[in-house]
């Protein structure tokens, strides 16, 4: 008897169908991947078994009995846990208060009961936490921890992992396999939702694969060969691998000089003495997990936030002290994070976003738009970048993640910036979309721009960075060219040690315990 | 329950945000009748007194347009402000003290003769309307507190700051003791378009406003960066817009459009200063520009229709007795009706799917 | 300036203060649970309309304090299916609800305008009335005023020490967190947006049952719009709430305390001051940029639904 079958589940949304048909098996003590591109509805499926979302059809037998989960409360009490990719905590709370709410009213009367039964529960799965610390002063990594030890004190049958180790330090995925191996020997299930290859192989028993919300395959991770788990991930069409050469950089043109910022917001990180140099014709990439500065430094570079006037210099132009329209003159092309609600407004046109950063060149004249060029300059990055839309008219927020990148992205490419500085480019984009733009940002590179790339995906960084580092806590590691480093060091830079060195080649994973910054990293 | 839920569409319907305004015309057509139903009054008469029998000659049109004007004005002030979704409130102290302004150099110039008394008096009148935003930008970008809260404290103060006025030191000397100023000269009241009617220039200005804001917004950056301040402020902030900058500018607009509004009323249709310059006009201008979507044009046409519910609730107190607040009560309705109806432009109402039979038999053949 | 004039000054600042704490209270929990209700005008003229009219009609005041709340409920439930239901623009939404609720309660005042009613006679607390000064400062009062001190510290301990309380926050938070384990956002939010309306009912009531115990329209003069002002000056805490309403109430009967010092002023001049004081406590609260993004609920304001 399986711990939890899925079978038949069929979920449809206005425009799309997000599962169709799944299967899923999984026993008691078994640690099942679920792999899958950006959109083949891995997280939806995963709301279905906790309740959050309805299928349309299909049934879900738990433990052997056909069941409806009712919501989150009652898969809780079923024993089902989930820790979801982006946090369901409030900040603004401690850890025990987090936690109470998720716990049935007589579990939670007792505050200090809960706060005792935390450290211990903790401490046993090696995810050591304190109950009265507010959520808003954890790291992301402790911040899943509270996550994972809310469920553990459910008496959870079954964990589920959306996307876990996307936010953390190699390191951190060590401790997190090594919690999740505990469990599973204790007898609890694990379904884990991911995307990459290497950690389901290390982690997982069997693996069921999703690809545009059907079920592709079933495997034995172990047994099957990376290139075999792609296929089943991404189809026939698609080139696996993406071979990209590296290059060398000319003359500088983004020079960042002992950048130190201190903000005011209290959920912001402050920079600390940040130097860095990108080249013309050389992609820089900068790795670290979410919260250590990178929104704050990428704010110093587009001009959104401004400092000293010699700390950040364009071509050795002094420009720290310039805000964005004026640094684009010098040839600045940003790409935020944010697609809906930054980088493009959600309810206006295509045709409207392209002058959001268009403005300045022939789109405009003496204060007037031209709007005959607006619609020409979008439709021009529409048919460059294969952005599917129901044409320059349609609604910004009603493009897909994948095209609405591929616009922006083009926006900023087609204006032939100088400097062209993107954060996290590929995130929650399609397979199709984020070769598209890697591929692209190699093109500009060629072309002579200068790139600066800030993202979690380290694979991502691997094949397209000429040069490398890590942010931590608002200081920047050393800069190398990217052959020179490995996961491991990368792994140690993410964590704030600097200064470590590793004796091992490129591909090793083993950690050298003694030399690597235990415990989680600290908060700014 | 009933077995229909929301879900979200894909994109905006425009569809319906054209007719999101007419269902609420008609919802309000039709609690108003069921609100004289139940006051003892035949529906279909009490609607048309309210509605239709204030335009059934050219006089009722001309007093139309003596209140579309200033509302116009007011509105046209107010969309720049909200579509940077800065919630000025404020148009109505921002037009008491346009009147307060103007009214006092009116005043002034008692004894004056020419022809530049009348622009001097509507220059500070405008003057003094745009100074009142000017409080309320300062308040905003140097202290950073909510234009909500700061505009509505505004309004209660240039109301006591008009009744002070004509209490105290304005008041006519020769007016039997009453609150209100002497009547202005003739060289400071607004020129009428025709003898028979009290319709005067001051509907040029509204219709010039609506013909400059319209250009602003459609065809300049500077209408454009507005737009997507309001819309979305970290695309705003992103692309380099100047956001203070913005927000001094609609403030000032505003509160020298509203300025002008309440000047042009005393000086025309009121003719002095009292503490009745503005029947609400400024709070009213508000429901004109959700109404009319925002749009010069449905702002003009929606001035119409609250001028009207203004000429309905005299009609409806002489002819039927009842209350003039019957007024604000018709204006309260269109808004909530409005705001209801603009679901339906996010959201469709779908069928809810049939109860899913979790049925143990599943079709092999399916899988 | 005499004892005796201190004595009712005090007095009177905690009569005057009395309502905005009512209505200030009552929009704080609105707020936490992430809903900004800037409807108080209408919802408190309503209840002081429902409960002249109640009062007069029935001859009880106390039925007119029941019918008060229970306009003031029904008008945030309006509210509340508009903004929780239907998502709409909560300041929108609001504003909309003043200018209902003002017209409404004209249109049905109409009728009372200029009658006069008994209303709530004070009662003063055996024994501790007697008490020099103090007794009659805070012993000596209506109901009412005993009652807003007893829903400040239900309120206060039911955010410091209940999960009711916590559920609450949370949703003001982060709502999406909070569907996500499974905790019933609407229901909680409305629950909210009706307490805050029963409690602006109240108020009303205070105001055309005990304060000045007769109707006219727009009788309220901007307290709504003070008590919501209120709420952020107290930076969504109901110890300063009871701080802040008695400072307004002081500003309030300015023309008291000048008179004891032997002042004359325009009595127009005199009636800005409590909105000129609102200004200025607005613009010290938000110079502390900081703190102000701490203490403000993260959901403040935007309109949420759940997806299933």
Request: hydrophobic share 45%; aromatic share 8%; charged share 15%.
């Amino acid at each position: 008897m399986n711990q939890i079958e899925l079978n038949n589940i069929t979920k449809r949304y206005p425009g799309c169908i997000a599962n169709q048909a799944v299967e899923l098996k999984v026993d008691a003590g078994e640690i099942h991947a679920l792999l899958g591109e950006n959109g083949a509805g891995k997280s939806t499926l995963m709301k279905i078994i906790y309740g959050v979302v309805k299928p349309d059809e299909g049934t879900m037998r738990w433990q052997g009995e056909e069941i409806t989960v009712k919501g989150p409360a009652h898969a809780r009490k079923l024993g089902i846990g989930m820790v979801f990719q982006h946090f369901s905590l409030f900040e603004t709370l401690t850890v025990a208060e987090n936690i109470a709410l998720s716990l049935p009213k007589e579990e939670a009367a007792s505050l200090d009961l809960l706060k005792q039964r935390i450290i211990e529960v903790s401490e046993h799965y090696g995810m050591k936490l304190d109950p009265n610390r507010y959520v808003h002063t954890l790291s992301i990594g402790e911040q899943q921890r509270v996550e994972i030890v809310r469920c553990l004190l459910q008496d959870v049958k079954l964990l589920i992992l959306d996307e876990p180790t996307s936010v953390l330090t190699p390191q951190e995925v060590e401790t997190l396999f090594k919690t999740l191996h505990l469990l599973s020997d204790e007898g609890c299930s694990i379904l884990f939702i991911s995307h990459k290859l290497d950690e389901v192989r290390a982690l997982c028993d069997h693996a069921t694969i999703l690809k545009a919300g059907q079920v592709s395959g079933h495997c034995i991770p172990k047994e099957t060969t990376t290139e075999e788990l792609a296929r089943l991930m991404v189809g026939d069409d698609t080139p696996l691998t993406e071979d990209y050469k590296k290059a060398e950089g000319a003359e500088t043109y983004l020079s960042i000089v002992d950048l130190s910022h201190q903000s005011d917001d209290p959920f912001a990180c402050s920079l600390k003495n940040i130097s860095l140099e990108v080249k013309a014709g050389e992609i820089l990439g900068i790795a670290g997990v979410a919260g250590n500065g990178q929104e704050e430094l990428l704010n110093l570079i587009s001009g959104e936030d401004t400092s000293a006037k010699q700390s950040v210099l364009f071509a050795n132009k002094a420009v720290g002290n310039l805000t964005p329209e004026k640094r684009r003159i010098l040839g600045l092309g940003f790409v935020p994070e944010e697609r809906l609600g930054r980088g493009a407004v959600p309810d206006m046109s295509l045709q409207d976003n392209a002058l959001l950063t268009g403005y300045q060149g022939d789109l405009t004249k003496n204060g007037l738009i031209n709007t005959n060029k607006v619609k020409a300059f979008a439709q021009n990055i529409m048919d460059k970048f294969n952005v599917k839309a129901a044409g320059i008219h349609a609604q910004a927020k009603s493009l897909s993640g994948g095209n609405l990148q591929k616009y922006i992205i083009g926006r900023e490419i087609l204006q032939n910036p100088k400097l062209l500085v993107c954060s996290h480019p590929t995130w929650g984009v399609d397979i199709g979309a984020a070769i598209l733009i890697r591929h692209e940002l190699i093109k500009l590179r060629d072309a002579g721009c200068a790139v600066l790339v800030v993202s979690e995906d380290i694979d991502e960084l691997y094949s397209i960075s000429d040069r490398i580092c890590a942010i931590c806590n608002g200081e920047l590691s050393p800069v190398a060219d990217t052959r020179d480093v490995s996961i491991n060091q990368l792994g140690m830079w993410m964590a704030g040690d600097f200064h470590a060195k590793t004796t091992h080649s490129e591909n090793n994973t083993e950690v050298d315990n003694s030399s690597t910054a235990k415990g989680a990293m600290k908060p700014c | 329950m009933l077995n229909i839920t929301l879900e979200k569409r894909p994109s905006d319907s425009k569809v319906m945000s054209y007719l999101s305004p007419v269902f609420a015309i008609l919802l309000t057509l039709i609690s108003g009748g069921l609100l004289f139903t139940t006051l003892g009054q035949d529906p279909f008469h009490a609607l048309y007194t309210f509605f239709i029998s204030p335009l059934t000659d050219v006089y009722g049109w001309t007093e139309l347009g003596v209140k579309v004007a200033p509302l116009t004005l007011c509105a046209m002030g107010l969309m720049l402000c909200f579509k940077a979704r800065i919630w000025n409130i404020g148009a109505e102290g921002q037009f008491i003290l346009g009147g307060l302004g103007g009214g006092y150099i009116a005043l002034e110039l008692m004894d004056a003769e020419g022809f530049w008394v009348l622009p001097l008096v509507l220059f500070f009148g405008a003057l003094s309307g745009l100074l009142w935003g000017a409080l309320t930008a300062l308040l905003k970008t140097r202290f950073g507190a909510n234009e909500i809260l700061t505009t509505i404290m505004l309004n209660y103060i240039a109301l006591n700051w008009l009744l002070y006025g004509v209490h105290g030191p304005l008041k006519d000397p020769d007016g039997f003791n009453f609150p209100e100023s002497a009547l202005f000269s003739d060289f400071a009241t607004l020129p009428v378009l025709s003898d028979d009617y009290r319709l005067n220039i001051s509907i040029f200005f509204a219709l010039f406003a609506v013909a400059v804001i319209w250009a602003l917004m459609s065809k300049t950056l500077l209408g454009f960066q507005i737009a997507v301040l309001g819309e979305d402020k970290s695309a705003a902030r992103f692309a380099g817009f100047k956001e203070e900058r913005l927000i001094w500018f609609v403030l000032l607009a505003c509160g020298a459009l509203a300025g002008l509004a309440g000047v042009s009323e005393v000086t025309g249709s009121v003719g002095q200063l009292n503490p009745y310059i503005s029947p609400g006009y400024g709070y009213a201008a508000i429901i004109v520009v959700f109404l009319g979507r925002m749009h010069p044009v449905g702002i003009v046409f929606a001035s119409m229709l609250l001028a009207l519910t203004y000429m309905g609730g005299e009609m409806a107190q002489m002819d039927l007795g009842l209350p003039k607040s019957l007024t604000g009560l018709f204006q309260g309705m269109l808004l909530f009706y409005l705001l209801a109806c603009d679901l339906l432009i996010s959201y469709r109402i779908v069928r809810k799917p049939a109860a899913r039979t979790i049925s143990s038999s599943s079709n092999p053949a399916q899988a | 300036m005499d004892f005796e004039l201190f004595t009712n000054i005090l007095f009177a600042t905690l009569r005057t203060g009395t309502p905005l704490i009512l209505i200030a209270l009552g929009e704080m929990v609105c707020e936490k649970s992430g809903v900004l209700n800037l409807g108080q005008e209408g919802m408190v003229l309503m209840g002081a309309a429902l409960g002249f009219i109640a009062a007069v009609v029935t001859g009880h005041a106390g039925l007119g304090i029941i019918a008060a709340i229970l306009a003031g409920m029904m008008m945030s439930v309006l509210f509340a299916f508009l903004s929780v239901t239907l998502v709409s623009n909560q300041v929108a939404t609001g504003l909309a609800l003043t200018i209902f609720g003002t017209g409404l309660s004209g249109f049905l005042g109409a009728g009372y305008v200029g009658m006069a009613i008994d209303g709530i006679a004070p009662f003063p607390i055996p024994f501790l009335s007697d008490i020099p000064v103090i007794g009659k400062v805070l012993f000596s009062h209506d109901p009412l005023v005993y009652f807003s001190w007893f829903m400040f510290a239900l309120i206060f301990w039911c955010f410091r020490s209940t999960r009711l309380g916590l559920t609450i926050r949370a949703v003001g938070e982060n709502p999406e967190a909070a569907n996500a384990i499974g905790i019933p956002v609407m229901k909680v939010r409305y629950g909210a947006i009706m307490f805050g309306g029963a409690m602006a009912g109240l108020a009303g009531a205070y105001l055309s049952l005990v304060y000045t115990p007769m109707w006219s329209e727009g009788m309220s003069a901007g307290r709504g719009w003070i008590a919501l002002a209120l709420v952020v000056f107290a930076s969504w805490k109901a110890e300063r709430i009871l701080l802040g309403a008695y400072l307004f109430g002081a500003a309030s009967i300015m023309h008291l305390v000048l008179q004891g010092l032997g002042f004359e002023a325009s009595p127009n001049l005199l009636a800005m001051l409590p909105y000129g004081a609102t200004i200025i406590v607005l613009v010290i609260i938000a110079s502390d940029a900081a703190k102000a993004k701490l203490s403000t609920p993260l959901a403040l304001g935007r309109p949420y639904r759940p997806q299933v």
